[in-house]
Structures are given as structure tokens and as C-alpha cells.
T-cell receptor
Framework: AQKITQTQPGMFVQEKEAVTLDCTYD???????LFWYKQPSSGEMIFLIY??????QNATEGRYSLNFQKARKSANLVISASQLGDSAMYFC???????????FGPGTRLSVLP | NAGVTQTPKFRILKIGQSMTLQCTQD?????MYWYRQDPGMGLKLIYY???????DKGEVPNGYNVSRSTTEDFPLRLELAAPSQTSVYFC?????????????FGPGTRLTVT
């Protein structure tokens, strides 16, 4: 079974608008971490935001926020005021328990339109 | 700080050849990881290490070996290369004192096996 599901292979958003990228996860651990990474066309992996399973507040980092709904096992990334430079692949990832075994989703390609 | 460096950037191997992908980090991180990314896919964990002398298998370890003799270096060895190992390989590191376990990625090595 897929541990990380990203159901949107591709998304389009108009510049300056907000966009939500979906991520659902599957784990039986009580302790886990959820991550979002950005991969521009140049190929590097850029860390965006982290949410711990015990964190009560949704994580925010500048224009990025993570909409964490624990009961639904979802960890959607919200990008506010999209910029052309936000066009990239976005990956949701999970670390289960206290180990170091990370699992990545298949990614969502975001295209920001001028 | 150079962060995480990987060499080489590109490599073409013939079937059955062997090679070592080098990874070095200068951030004194104790955790290090090797991932592969096949075209259009997310990252899959090959091996990881929680400190010098300690390594463990990830999701896709077959056909690879690792060693960790120092904190800084985490080389990945491919023995008897196969076309299925054509991929982009990323090395990453993180710090155990950072509760988010944010991973810092190298620029990647693009490997083609023909």
C-alpha cells in the first residue's frame, strides 16, 4: 500500500493566487514527521516545511503553510500569493516513528501562470 | 560551508561495471542518506546511516553497498551495474538534535547504465 499519496500529478495556478497541494499518508505509528520538498527544473531538493505528529499548530514558513488534519491523515501544502518561481515539482514525505526511514510521494508538478 | 557535495555529477557505466558515488558533508551531521530518483518519480531510500560505523537498509538496497567510516563521508558502491540502476542519486544529511530531522540534499549524480 502507498504510504504517501499525492493525487494531483499536475496543477496550474495563476500568479498571486493561493494553491493547495494534496498529500495523504498512511501509518500506524503515533509519532511521525511530515515534510514538503520543492524540486525545481534544475533538480536540487529544497526543504520547505515540517510538521510533527504531536504538533498542535499547523506549521508555517513564510508563504508556505501545512494544513495538518491528523484524523484524516492529510498534510496539504498551501502556497499563498504564488510566484513564477514556484513552478516546480513538490514532494510530500514522511518519517515514521523515531527511525530514519523516509518515504516520499510521487510528487505534484505545479505550474504558475503569468 | 559547502553543505552536501556529491561526485561525480554525471556518469555512464557499461553493464557489469562497478563504481562508487562519493558523498561528503561538512555540517557535522550524524545522519546521512542515499536516495534514487527514477524519471517522473519520487525519491526512494536506498541506505541510511545514523553515525560512523552504523548503516541500515532502506526501501531499495539491492545492488548497492555503503560504508560510513567517518562522520563526513558516506560513499555508495554499485557492484555489477544493471540498466535498472539508471537513475539520479541523491545524498542527504540531517542532524539528530534538530527535532524536524530536516534533510539537506546534495546536487545529485545522474547515472546511466547501458
Amino acid at each position: 500500500a502507498q504510504k504517501i499519496t499525492q493525487t494531483q500529478p499536475g496543477m496550474f495556478v495563476q500568479e498571486k493566487e493561493a494553491v493547495t497541494l494534496d498529500c495523504t499518508y498512511d501509518t500506524s505509528d503515533q509519532s511521525y514527521g511530515l515534510f514538503w520538498y520543492k524540486q525545481p527544473s534544475s533538480g536540487e531538493m529544497i526543504f520547505l516545511i515540517y510538521q510533527g505528529s504531536y504538533d498542535e499548530q499547523n506549521a508555517t514558513e513564510g508563504r508556505y503553510s501545512l494544513n495538518f488534519q491528523k484524523a484524516r491523515k492529510s498534510a496539504n501544502l498551501v502556497i499563498s500569493a504564488s510566484q513564477l518561481g514556484d513552478s516546480a515539482m513538490y514532494f510530500c514525505a514522511m518519517r515514521e516513528g523515531y527511525g530514519q526511514n523516509f518515504v516520499f510521494g510521487p510528487g505534484t508538478r505545479l505550474s504558475v501562470l503569468p | 560551508n559547502a553543505g552536501v557535495t556529491q561526485t561525480p555529477k554525471f556518469r555512464i557505466l557499461k553493464i557489469g561495471q562497478s563504481m562508487t558515488l562519493q558523498c561528503t558533508q561538512d555540517m557535522n551531521h550524524n545522519y546521512m542518506y542515499w536516495y534514487r530518483q527514477d524519471p517522473g518519480m519520487g525519491l526512494k531510500l536506498i541506505y541510511y546511516s545514523v553515525g560512523a560505523g552504523i548503516t541500515d537498509k532502506g526501501e531499495v538496497p539491492n545492488g548497492y553497498n555503503v560504508s560510513r567510516s567517518t562522520t563526513e563521508d558516506f560513499p555508495l558502491r554499485l557492484e555489477l551495474a544493471a540498466p535498472s540502476q539508471t537513475s539520479v542519486y541523491f545524498c542527504a544529511s540531517s542532524y539528530s538534535r534538530d527535532s524536524s530531522y530536516e534533510q539537506y540534499f546534495g546536487p545529485g549524480t545522474r547515472l546511466t547504465v547501458t
